[in-house]
């Protein structure tokens, strides 16, 4: 791959997908849905790293869609593609399996975004060093690593299916 078409399209029709999973599938028991983020110091780590987590994937995706030829030549750029798309498949996978109830499926999922933004943030880091953008990618990584698939995901998982909220 020696074109930024790829993660156009990546960009344009996943991104879409992502944005649409979540506004047709507005959660009804919102108790649940919410799990462990209502404490206000989850909520407030939450919300902080999940915008910081925006800003970082608009930033590498402006970034990777601008690239220069030499790193549009690098072999980490076609690897990231794969990552790149990953983590937006799987995350608009997330509200529609959570909403139904899917347990397993749902975690999975977050799993998947998870390694895929640690994959990420990784490809960053070889194609651009240790700029704004990786840092911020780092970011992203623990907001799906830590605040999403550990905390809420386990969070979540007790309050679905050990305590039936």
Known sequence: MHDV???AMSFAVFGSIVLLSYCTNVPTNTVAIWA???????????????TISVIAYMTFSIQLLSADEATIFSPWYE???YAYTTFLASAACYMPLATRGYHFMTIFALAVTAGSTCAMATYSVLLFGWDVTSILLMVLAFHCTVVDLVYWGGTWWYAEVYIRI
Do not use: Q
Request: aromatic content about 24%; hydrophobic content about 45%; cysteine-free.
């Open 36 to 50: 462990g983020l209502n404490k206000t110091w989850a909520l407030a780590t939450w919300t902080v790293t999940g």
């Open 79 to 81: 690897y990231n593609w």
């Open 5 to 7: 078409l790829p993660y």
